[in-house]
Structure formats: C-alpha cells, structure tokens
C-alpha cells in the first residue's frame, strides 16, 4: 500500500533553515508528483509547492519562491523540502502528500504522510 | 488566488441525522479539480471526494459531492460516530492551490 513517512520534529530558531523528508514505499516513485501542504490553527491549510520527482521540475506559491526549494532523489525514494529564513508564523505541521493521478500536477492529494511539526522560537 | 469558503463553521448534528457542507469559490472552479478532505483529531486530512462528485477509494457511499462553478455541497446521509471531524473542501485546478477553512462536525 502507498505509504509517505516523514522526518521527525524540528526546533528552530527565527531565521535559520529546516529540511524536511518524505520517503515514499508501495508504488512507482517516479510516476507520481509530490505536494507539500502545512497546517497552523490560525491559517488552515496552505500549499507550500509541488514536484515531479523523475524530472526534479517544481512549482512553487509566488510568496514562497525566495524560500523554499524541493528536491527528489529516485534512488531512495525521498522528497525533501527546504525552507529557509524561518518566522515565527513558519510554526506549523508540514504534510506531503502524494497527486492522485499519475504523471500530473493537477490533481486531488491521495494518500498523506504522517506530518513534521516545526517550531519557529527564540 | 482563489479563495474558498465554507460554511457553517460548525455543525451541530446527531449520529443518523443528515449533514450538508457548503463550499463556495470567489471565482469560477472547474469541477474536475476540485475535492473534500476529512481531516480527524491529530490525523492526517483523508481525500473524500475528487472531481467535485467521485468518491475516493474506500470512502462509503454515505458520502457524496456536487456541485460546479462557483458553489460545492459535501452531503453526509446519516452521521456515524466516525464521521465527526472536520471537513476541507480544495480546488487544485489554479495555482495557487487553495484550501477552505474548515467546517467542524460535533456531536450535538
């Protein structure tokens, strides 16, 4: 079965970096784009960017693009997230999600990881 | 950006009875990228509906979507208790993708 499992807790300080993973298992890593989606109890839920993992292309919110960056590597089946120049409003759950359809990044997010907290605090 | 909003905020029903979420878009969404996640206490969101009316794999029939344009409804025929949670709807069709805020179903 399609399982994302994600890295553990960060705690970070106002304006340093963090770098998130996804390892995807069960399915064609390659065929299947990958979303990142955080979550804060103000702000809801709000798209970070997505990538397609055989071709490492990406895209990204206009209000993110100085700040995040997304990668792949195929050989272990991983996605990672960078997010640098951390505020105190970064402090979130961050989620990657899996494109519901093969080969497209227009599509409903099938199958979540199990989400990385990451706290933004001097 | 397209925002979209639900209502109510809560809902307040009882297992059995019928619940009806609305969705509505700022502007126009095509149905075939728009969809509902439930999301239960410190779980993550599940997909529910896909295409405005497709259900996930998995998803019991009790659940159901329409809708097009700009106004979307997820129905919930009669609540079980897993059902109380809450409810996102999304459209993934213009970046950037956005998510509606929420509607909570409690236990009346």
């Known amino acids: 079965q399609v399982q994302l499992v994600q890295s553990g807790p960060e705690v970070k300080k106002p304006g340093a970096s963090v770098k998130l993973s996804c390892k995807a298992s069960?399915?064609?890593?390659?065929?299947?784009?990958i979303y990142w989606v955080r979550q804060t109890p103000g702000q809801g839920l709000e798209w970070l960017g997505v990538i397609n993992p055989s071709a490492n292309s990406t895209s990204y919110p206009q209000k993110l693009l100085d700040r995040v960056t997304m990668t792949s590597d195929t050989s272990t089946s991983t996605v990672y997230m960078y997010l640098s120049g951390l505020r105190s409003d970064d402090t979130a759950v961050y989620y990657c999600a899996r494109a519901g359809s093969p080969n497209s990044g227009a599509t409903q997010f099938d199958s979540w990881g199990q989400g990385s907290l990451v706290t933004v605090s001097s | 950006e397209i925002v979209l909003t639900q209502s109510p905020g809560t809902l307040s029903l009882s297992p059995g009875e019928r619940a009806t979420l609305s969705c509505r878009a700022s502007?126009?969404?095509?149905?075939?990228?728009f969809g509902w996640y439930q999301q239960r206490p410190g779980q993550s969101p599940r997909l529910l509906i896909y295409a405005a009316s497709s259900r996930a794999t998995g998803i019991p029939d009790r659940f159901s979507g329409s809708g097009s344009g700009t106004d979307f409804t997820l129905t919930i025929s009669r609540l079980e208790p897993e059902d109380f949670a809450v409810y996102y709807c999304h459209q993934y069709g213009t970046s950037p993708l956005t998510f509606g805020g929420g509607t909570k179903v409690e236990i009346k």
């Open positions: 502007q126009s969404v095509s149905s075939s990228y």
């Open positions: 069960g399915y064609t890593f390659s065929k299947y784009y």
